[in-house]
């Protein structure tokens, strides 16, 4: 009898997925900052058994203050949604308010480097992962919206799809704000840094389809009005993307819905590349 509950457990835990997925907090050395930088790597149910499969990657922000824990803790639904969609997750952390940029300002904050190449590079070689562009998205909230953003445009070879949510998209409206005097200089003293290195102003890196773009912001959100802005200036230069405005504000009760919809844009964009991928073979 005691083997029978036992079985059932096992079979029980199996069904309800309790073991399907993988959750790992990974350590990855950065070579550009001399120390290890922690990880959430979700891989779906079918990694292991599907030896001969390659699966496409999201990178995932998180917010200003917050660290590579905030996702999982928050949306303890994303590995049910990596095994649905097929794909990895990987949530990095950015430090508290790196923003995600080489800081010019401090050289121990090198958060584009290490995110575009050196975690990428580690992830890539060390998972099953479908290794181009084809295969690669990134997306994050607030800070972490900006700095998908930001990454994704000025490295439009590495990533096929990027998103934004309640993105912090046009930091000059914000000078004082989040630390970013620390990682930027004071915006009085450098304000042509503060326009590089705002998302408005990275907009001429992109033609219409240079990259697939899905971000949204809560009506209610302080970052609002900056994301309409965006919106109206990607419709300007006629750059294709999809803007999402709803009620809602600065908080996990909105990303943690929003999350859902973005995995389905990142999800039919890996399906269209692969699929156009195989009619290619086909020819």
Known sequence: MK????????LAASVSGVWAQSVDTVAVWSQS?????????ITPANYKTAKNERFPVVYL???????YSNWIKKTPFLPELASRYGMIIVCPDG????????????????????VSKELREFIDKTYRTVDSREGRAI?????????????AFRHLDLYGACGSISGGVDIQSFPSSWYMEQKLGSQAE????????????????LKPTSIKIIFDCGTDDFFYT????????????????DFISRPGNHSWSYWTNSIKFQLVF??????????????????
């Open 95 to 114: 430090n508290t308010h790196s923003w995600y940029w080489d800081s010019p300002v401090d050289t121990t904050s090198r958060y584009e480097t290490y």
């Open 61 to 67: 922000l998180h917010g200003a203050g917050g660290n």
């Open 33 to 41: 900052m001399k120390k290890n930088v922690k990880n959430v790597v």
């Open 3 to 10: 083997h029978l509950k036992l079985t059932l457990f096992i």
């Open 266 to 283: 990142f999800d039919n964009y890996f399906k269209d590349m692969a699929a156009k991928k195989a009619a290619e073979k086909t020819k």
């Open 226 to 241: 900056v994301n309409k802005r965006l919106h109206e200036q990607m419709e300007y230069r006629r750059i294709e993307h």
């Open 139 to 151: 997306t994050g909230l607030s800070m972490g919206g900006q700095g998908a953003l930001f990454l």
């Open 190 to 205: 450098n304000p042509e840094r503060w326009a590089e290195y705002s998302i408005m102003n990275q907009l001429y890196r």
